[in-house]
């Protein structure tokens, strides 16, 4: 087995769990605090980026929100079923 299938059998469902875990959006320290890696080979939240399945923005209040694009949105549909 390759090492890229090695590693996507790996992080694929980390990453589908990060996506089902933000669902509809959390705050960005949030998501922070709860996917920070010890581990350099899964970075799960780096890998879900580029993938481009999610994105960042402030509401008024300045607080920072992560939320699924599309391509999240379609992953979450599929890990769901």
Do not use: F
Not at 27 to 42: G, I, N
Not at 50 to 65: C, H, I, N, P, V
């Amino acid at each position: 087995m390759s090492k890229e299938r090695w590693m996507a059998r790996i992080i694929d469902p980390l990453v589908a769990d990060l996506v089902a875990w933000i669902g509809s959006g959390r705050p960005y320290l949030e998501v922070m605090d709860a996917w920070k890696t010890s581990c350099p080979r899964l970075p799960v939240w780096e890998e879900a980026n580029a993938r481009g399945l999610l994105a960042r923005s402030r509401d008024r209040s300045g607080t920072e929100w992560v939320h699924l694009t599309p391509a999240g949105e379609s992953l979450l549909r599929q890990e769901r079923g």
